[in-house]
C-alpha cells in the first residue's frame, strides 16, 4: 500500500516587503509533497530560502499565499492557539543553533519540552533520561549547556525533538556548527530514529554529505525547489556548498 502524504504544500510563497516598498520572495510557489516515514533532503546555499521554508512547514511561520498541510490538517485555517498544539504534538524541530535553556541542565532541557503532554515528573524525568541515554549522552544528565562541546548540546536538542514521539522532523542546518564527524553522527541518529520509529524527516542543509542519509534530494535556489541541481549551480557548488 502507498505511503500517504504527511506533507503537502500548494503554490506555498512567502513575501518579505522592506521599507523601501521592494519584495524579496524567499519562498515561491512552492508545491512539495512529503510521505509519512520519508527523509528529504534540501540542499542549498545560504540565503535559498529553506529555513523560511522549514519555519513554514513547522507552522512557525504563516505564509503570504498558499496553502500548507500537515497530517491532514490545513494550517492555514488554524488559530494561534491550535498551531502550538500541532508544533508540540507533530513536529519536532532541530536548529541549527540550539536554542538550549542555559540555566538548565541536560536533562532539564529535555524534560521541560515533556511537561506541557506528561504531567507526572518521574514519567518525565525517566523519558528525558532514556532519550539522553539513545544520543550518547547518559553520563552527562546533569551538566549544563556550557559545559558540554557543541556536539553534545546538539544530541540534546535532537533528545528534546524526540521528546514528544512527533510525526515530523525537522532539522535547520542541524550540522552547520559541527566538523564533519561529528555531523555524521548526528545524521546517522535521525537517520535510525526515521527507518525504526517510521518519523517523517525534512533537512534542509548546505552540507552535501547530509545526502548519504536521505532517501530523496531536492535543491533550492532563490526561494524554488528543483530536483536536480540547476548547471550554473553545479559549476560554483565548490564555493557555495560543504563538502
Known amino acids: 500500500m502507498e505511503n500517504?502524504?504527511?506533507?503537502?504544500?500548494?503554490?506555498?510563497?512567502?513575501?518579505?516587503?522592506?521599507?523601501n516598498a521592494s519584495e524579496i520572495k524567499a519562498v515561491d510557489e512552492v508545491n512539495l509533497k512529503v510521505q509519512e516515514g520519508e527523509f528529504l533532503t534540501i540542499?542549498?546555499?545560504?540565503?535559498?530560502g529553506k529555513t523560511t521554508l522549514l519555519n513554514l512547514l513547522g507552522g512557525v511561520d504563516r505564509p503570504t499565499t498558499g496553502e500548507i498541510r500537515?497530517?491532514?490538517?490545513?494550517l492555514s485555517k488554524l488559530t494561534e492557539r491550535e498551531l502550538v498544539k500541532v508544533r508540540r504534538e507533530k513536529v519536532g524541530f532541530v536548529f541549527q543553533v540550539f536554542n538550549l535553556i542555559p540555566t538548565l541542565t541536560a536533562l532539564e532541557n529535555v524534560e521541560v519540552a515533556l511537561?506541557?503532554?506528561v504531567a507526572n515528573r518521574?514519567?518525565?524525568?525517566?523519558?528525558s533520561s532514556h532519550l539522553l541515554e539513545w544520543v550518547g549522552l547518559g553520563r552527562r544528565l546533569h551538566h549544563l549547556p556550557a559545559e558540554l562541546s557543541a556536539g553534545e548540546q546538539q544530541r540534546i536538542a535532537i533528545a528534546r525533538a524526540f521528546a514528544n514521539e512527533p510525526k515530523i522532523i525537522?532539522?535547520?542546518?542541524?550540522?552547520?556548527?559541527l566538523d564533519t564527524a561529528t555531523g555524521r553522527e548526528i545524521m546517522k541518529m535521525c537517520h535510525k530514529a526515521n527507518k525504526e520509529h517510521y518519523q517523517t524527516v525534512v533537512t534542509v542543509t548546505h552540507a552535501r554529505y547530509v545526502r548519504e542519509f536521505t532517501d530523496r534530494l531536492l535543491y533550492m535556489r532563490d526561494g524554488k525547489l528543483y530536483t536536480q541541481?540547476?548547471?550554473?549551480?553545479?559549476?560554483?557548488?565548490?564555493?557555495?556548498?560543504?563538502?
Open 4 to 19: 500517504k502524504n504527511i506533507i503537502e504544500t500548494y503554490n506555498l510563497s512567502k513575501i518579505y516587503r522592506l521599507r
Open 43 to 48: 540542499l542549498g546555499p545560504s540565503g535559498s
Open 70 to 74: 500537515i497530517d491532514g490538517l490545513e
Open 115 to 117: 511537561a506541557p503532554t
Open 122 to 127: 518521574s514519567k518525565r524525568l525517566e523519558r
Open 170 to 177: 525537522l532539522l535547520d542546518e542541524p550540522t552547520g556548527n
Open 229 to 243: 541541481i540547476p548547471e550554473e549551480e553545479l559549476l560554483k557548488s565548490a564555493h557555495n556548498l560543504s563538502p
